[in-house]
């Protein structure tokens, strides 16, 4: 078996899905999603520096750590998607 295999999202993989977002709007983009959908959106921070980790983009990463009782993933992927400042 797979160690992250599991039979619903966030059951054995625990980091949060990864949500890439404009280094000026991740604090509105963070409120909206928690308020939204609930859970911890919280930044990723670099391991081999001070600060935030920075993508090829140049943008930020929200790890978000969702709350189990979601199941309309469709309807996050796109609530999420309408987030001004979400890329």
Known sequence: MLRKESPHLGQR?????????????????QRKIEDLFGGRAELRMAKMKAGPLVTDNGNFILDWKFPPALSDWRAVNQGISMIPGEH
């Open 13 to 29: 993989y625990t980091k949060g899905v990864p949500i890439e977002v404009l280094p000026l709007a991740y604090v509105p983009v």
